[in-house]
């Protein structure tokens, strides 16, 4: 067990350093649409409508998971920050304009060929957040269908801002991909 705890300490370490070199994201996505509840003036949670695919910080950010759709559902730990509205608006100005982007600072727990779409509380993926002032958590973080009511939000984490992904270089396939998903 200590060991463990070790190795969990370690990665929570060494995650955010990872993470940077390849872009601080833990989620690719081309947003059609963002729902904020209970609204745009006072969020305190919000939906991200549109395909998405977890970033594989481990592997430098090369390694992405099946594109899903359908939307993620987002809160906080207490009254959101300003960082992470103006995240929020900010993923809310490039909706609907196709423009591909990464998010969030987030690290997978296992292998992408897990994340298969389920009901609660079955085989859902979990991401590592790592927080700033220290300390980790499990996440939830499913692309839910669009049947789905919302339920209990994943903690929403923010790194450095959005990131626009270009059309060209090292993010042009999932960039092709994402928007051919939302077509």
């Given at each position: 067990m200590k060991v463990l705890k070790a190795m969990l300490v370690l990665v929570a370490l060494l995650s955010p350093i990872i993470l940077s070199a390849s872009g601080p994201v833990g989620v690719y996505g081309v947003i059609e649409k963002?729902?904020?509840?209970?609204?745009?003036?006072?969020?305190?949670?919000?939906q991200h409508w549109g395909a998405f695919a977890f970033a594989d910080g481990a592997a430098g950010g090369n390694q992405v998971s099946e594109i899903r759709r359908g939307?993620?559902?987002?809160?906080?730990?207490?009254p959101p920050t300003a960082a992470v509205v103006t995240e929020w608006k900010d993923l809310k100005a490039v909706a609907g304009t196709g423009q591909a982007v990464g998010f969030g600072l987030w690290q997978y727990t296992g292998p992408f060929e897990n994340l298969k779409p389920s009901a609660p509380p079955d085989n859902l993926p979990h991401m590592y957040?790592?927080?700033?002032?220290?300390?980790?958590?499990f996440v939830d973080m499913r692309v839910r269908p669009a049947n789905e009511t919302p339920?209990?939000?994943?903690?929403?984490?923010?790194?450095?801002?959005?990131?626009?992904?270009p059309d060209s270089g090292?993010?042009?396939?999932?960039?092709?991909?994402?928007?051919?998903?939302?077509k």
């Open positions: 963002v729902v904020f509840e209970p609204n745009e003036q006072s969020p305190v949670r919000v939307y993620m559902y987002f809160g906080t730990n207490g957040a790592l927080f700033s002032g220290g300390g980790s958590e339920g209990k939000p994943a903690l929403y984490q923010t790194n450095s801002g959005i990131v626009k992904l090292s993010h042009a396939e999932i960039v092709k991909q994402l928007r051919a998903a939302v």
